[in-house]
Nanobody, 124 residues
């Protein structure tokens, strides 16, 4: 599985962005997928994951109520809608996929497949 993330950019605090991650490969619909982020000088951290069917989602506490992860298996695409953005959301965002469950994928080192990252900058 190859993943291509896009949609990052510069936005003011309180604004919104939608990240997209397009996957290649016919098995995408059987993989859990997720988003992780890495801020400057910090370790990569879990943001959100979604099960292969889209029925189950997980979020880190700091984004609950502001971010929404979704997927369209017909388009081999997973999305991250980010609303009410804060300066502390500034990071490079990576999409990931794995045969593991969405719950297990929350561990940063668990996913087997990673996209190249898209940069999100939130100005105050």
């Amino acid at each position: 599985v190859q993943l291509q993330a896009s949609g990052g950019g510069l936005v003011q605090a309180g604004g919104s962005l939608r990240l997209s991650c397009v996957a290649s490969g016919r098995t995408f619909s059987t993989y859990a997928t997720g988003w992780f982020r890495q801020a400057p000088g910090k370790e990569r951290e879990f943001v959100a994951t979604i099960s292969w069917s889209g029925a189950t989602t997980y979020y880190t506490d700091s984004v609950k109520g502001r971010f929404t992860i979704s997927r369209d298996n017909a388009k081999n695409t997973v999305y991250l809608q980010m609303n009410s953005l804060k300066p502390e959301d500034t990071a490079v965002y990576y999409c990931a996929a794995d045969i593991a469950t969405a719950q297990a994928m929350r561990a940063v080192g668990r996913a087997a497949y990673w996209g190249q990252g898209t940069e999100v900058t939130v100005s105050s």
